[in-house]
């Protein structure tokens, strides 16, 4: 699976933005799609992931009530809806994909297949 993620860009504090992220195939059922984050100097952090065998999404507290991940399976791009935005969500954002177990979801190492990385900068 090749994911295309697209969407980063400046905002200022309060605003939103959508990121995008295409694969070059359908994932199968036991996949998990998701989001993770990576500002400079810090370990690349898990921002969401939904899994398709149960269609549920999980969320880092970080980031709960503000983001939403949604997905078109038509187009297979997944999205990540950012409002409210804050500057401590400046980061490169990945898109990710793989068969991370439930307890595992929130781990990056548990994804195989990563996007290229969309800088989001968030000004106060």
């Known amino acids: 699976v090749q994911l295309q993620a697209s969407g980063g860009g400046l905002v200022q504090a309060g605003g939103s933005l959508r990121l995008s992220c295409t694969a070059s195939?359908?994932?199968?059922?036991?996949?998990?799609s998701g989001w993770f984050r990576q500002a400079p100097g810090k370990e690349r952090e898990f921002v969401g992931s939904f899994r398709w065998s149960n269609d549920y999404t999980y969320y880092a507290d970080s980031v709960k009530g503000r983001f939403t991940i949604s997905r078109d399976n038509a187009k297979n791009t997944m999205y990540l809806q950012m409002n409210s935005l804050k500057p401590e969500d400046t980061a490169v954002y990945y898109c990710?994909?793989?068969?991370?177990?439930?307890?595992?979801?929130?781990?990056?190492?548990?994804?195989?297949?990563w996007g290229q990385g969309t800088q989001v900068t968030v000004s106060s």
């Open positions: 990710a994909a793989g068969s991370p177990i439930l307890s595992e979801i929130r781990a990056a190492r548990s994804y195989l297949y």
């Open positions: 195939r359908r994932t199968t059922s036991n996949y998990a």
